[in-house]
């Protein structure tokens, strides 16, 4: 099976129902089917070959849903780029992977144009709106020109590719360096979204609100989720304006929420509690762990609403996830391997180890990436011989322990533990304590070098809007929590703590930017 076919079935199956609402309109299935069709041979008639590369730089949107859709009909691979991203960083990226094609818009475009002479690949460049139709040497086609054009496309042209072909490139956020193209087949896409979608018990009565970026492995799996089962995706830009999303969340009879921790601290503030959602089926969260105490108090946001607590990375979309019977239970886990897959700990030396003691966690099963685009080198490190000859294994990266059940639980990334007094010491379990303070919104610990210590541990803080808490309400609040070794030397307040474009607290640019 190919990851178009999600569409195409759901078409056949669900014609009239919606597919898609963003920016005010709604799309049937037969709407999207049809127009992806139409916008696959436009992509073949313009040069695009299979398993040729083509980009996608838009905002989440129908034209961003089409052009994925359209792009694996013509039997190439997609990558979407972040909205956000920097036109030197989408210079290397699509050099890196010599992208043919170009989808996007021209707000867009203007920000690349000064640097399209410096894209060697690029066949043609497909624009939202009414552009000129050339730049900078580059073919422009406009896509509302070709979208108006609704004869001859009812079917899909000719399949191309097998299982095993690539689908996508999803490329990592690049904070150590430049970003990574992670290789996806169909097999692999499908094999994960039919993982997730059993766990979740997703059905065609789904309706799903993501305001995650497609870019983002976590988001881009929540449109192919609703069209594998037939669901409906909502699809939002942000999460900038929180209590209009929340009036969606009522208004559409939204089922599923996908979240990360900095959603879930939104939320919080927006005190919600007595408010009703009674359609909410359920929760995700992934991204970063949520701590125990925004659990629980999600818990009294969204009483009637399951909460699953996920771990994943984008080299294999997902790994873990916790049943919500076990939120009360174990609030701390992100649960078990997920169906039709292994995961284990190993230590130092690759051996195996038992409860209780933490190492590095290895993935097992069909999700698991090709490697990273033309770096063997950087795949070697991370995919590395499993129990049978030939077969690869994906070292995550991230320390974790299990307990006795075998349930999961995050320590922390292998360069993140924090070396101090001759101990190691994870910020995760000092992250924990300081979420559990009130008036603290976010927390991330970090280790600052130290001559002394080695390493000293410090605390960086984004307060709620009209808190006070001061450092030592901090010191003594983790006094009388953690051993002395694990208290924070330094604290520091921010109003902002940066993100990466997964949503997660970005401690490489805390640590370079440290202030003491």
Not at 182 to 204: K, R
Not at 286 to 297: F, G, Q, S, T
Not at 468 to 485: G, I, P, Q
Request: charged share 25%; hydrophobic share 40%; aromatic share 8%.
């Amino acid at each position: 099976m190919q990851v178009e076919e999600f569409l195409e079935r759901s078409s056949s199956s669900f014609p009239d129902k919606t597919a898609v609402v963003c920016d005010g309109c709604r799309y049937t299935y037969r709407e999207v089917e049809e127009n992806a069709n139409l916008l696959s041979y436009v992509l073949l008639g313009e040069g695009i070959r299979r398993w040729d590369r083509v980009a996608i730089y838009l905002d989440n949107s129908i034209e961003a849903v089409l052009s994925i859709f359209a792009v694996l009909k013509a039997g190439a691979v997609f990558l979407v780029v972040n909205p956000t991203v920097k036109p030197e960083k989408l210079t290397y990226v699509l050099n890196n992977c010599r992208a043919s094609g170009l989808i996007t818009n021209q707000k867009k475009l203007a920000k690349l144009q000064p640097s399209l002479s410096q894209v060697a690949y690029l066949k043609t460049i497909l624009v939202a709106g009414r552009p000129a139709a050339e730049l900078g040497g580059k073919q422009i086609v406009s896509l509302d020109d070709v979208l108006s054009r609704q004869t001859g496309a009812k079917d899909p042209p000719r399949k191309q590719c097998i299982n095993i072909d690539l689908a996508a490139l999803i490329y990592t956020s690049g904070s150590t360096g430049n970003p990574k193209g992670v290789m996806l087949t169909h097999f692999n896409i499908v094999s994960a979204a039919d993982s997730i979608t059993a766990y979740l018990e997703n059905t065609a009565d789904d309706i799903i609100l993501n305001v995650l970026p497609l870019s983002f492995g976590y988001g881009l799996y929540q449109v192919l989720m609703a069209f594998k089962v037939g669901g409906t995706i909502i699809l939002e830009r942000s999460f900038a304006y929180p209590y209009a999303l929340v009036q969606t969340l009522v208004r559409e009879r939204v089922t599923g929420f996908p979240i990360v921790p900095t959603i879930a601290s939104l939320l919080l503030q927006l005190n919600l509690v007595g408010h009703e959602f009674p359609d909410l089926r359920y929760i995700t969260n992934a991204a970063a762990a949520l701590p125990v105490e925004k659990i629980r108090k999600l818990g009294e946001v969204f009483p009637g609403a399951k909460l699953y607590s996920m771990y994943g990375l984008t080299e294999c979309t997902r790994v873990s996830y916790l049943p919500p019977d076990q939120i009360d239970i174990r609030p701390a886990s992100v649960g078990r391997g997920m169906p039709n897959e292994e995961v284990y700990i190993v230590d130092e030396k690759g051996m195996r180890v038992g409860p209780g003691v933490f190492g590095e966690l290895v993935v097992r099963g069909a999700n698991v990436m090709k490697g990273y685009w033309e770096l063997p080198e950087e795949t070697d490190q991370v995919l590395k011989p499993g129990p049978f000859p030939g077969e690869k294994v994906l070292y995550t990266g991230d320390l974790f322990r299990k307990d006795e059940e075998g349930y999961l639980y995050f320590v922390g990334r292998k360069g993140d533990i924090i070396k101090t007094r001759g101990e190691k010491v994870s910020p995760r379990e000092i992250e924990e304590v300081l979420h559990c303070l009130e008036g603290v919104a976010e927390a991330a610990v970090i280790g600052i070098p130290d001559e002394v210590l080695g390493q000293a541990i410090k605390a960086v803080i984004r307060l709620r809007p009209g808190a006070e808490v001061t450092r030592n309400n901090v010191l003594s609040f983790c006094a009388e929590r953690l051993e002395d070794f694990k208290v924070p030397q330094v604290v520091e307040f921010r109003d902002v703590l940066p993100q990466t474009a997964s949503g997660k607290i970005n401690k490489r640019e805390l640590i370079a930017t440290n202030r003491t």
